[in-house]
């Protein structure tokens, strides 16, 4: 835009998943400052940090699928993230992300808490003002009435 001109492009906030006991989905709510009037299409990344990718509940092919509004997203692995896009309709100002986490219930390993992000982004996004990363932690201590694999 012009300097000092309107500048309708969108912020974009991911909320923190917080605490998710093993084996249920973390759920991540994100939502855009105003509308756009078209199609957009958003960048998902998911980085395990201190979870590894076996926390994840992966597909054989070691693909990792997302639900975006209930919707399969398939997302691919490189470098240790994974990432795939998603389409949304013009209009959208908030969509939520859910993500598997793997109960190891079958060889049960105490892992302490683990943390990973979800990144989003879009190229209709204002350059600034973005809070694009939110991050979910994975319990395995018998908190958030889950999984208690203490010794």
Do not use: M, W
Not at 65 to 88: C, D
Not at 121 to 134: C, S
């Amino acid at each position: 835009g012009n300097p000092g001109g309107d500048d309708d492009r969108p912020t974009l906030t991911v909320d923190n998943a917080g605490k998710v006991s093993e084996g249920d989905n973390a759920s991540f709510n994100v939502t855009l400052s105003n509308p756009v009037d078209r199609d957009v299409e958003y960048t998902l990344t998911i980085n395990p940090r201190s979870a590894e990718a076996a926390d994840l509940t992966l597909n054989p092919d070691g693909t990792l699928t997302v639900l975006v509004e209930g919707t399969p997203v398939i997302l691919t692995q490189h470098n240790g993230k994974f990432t795939g896009t998603v389409s949304l309709p013009g209009g959208t100002t908030d969509f939520s992300v859910s993500v598997p986490t793997f109960d190891d219930n079958e060889n049960p390993v105490y892992e302490g808490n683990e943390r990973f992000t979800l990144t989003v982004n879009a190229d209709i996004l204002a350059p600034t003002g973005n809070d694009n990363v939110g991050a979910a932690t994975i319990t395995d201590n018998g908190k958030n009435q889950g999984d208690d694999d203490r010794p």
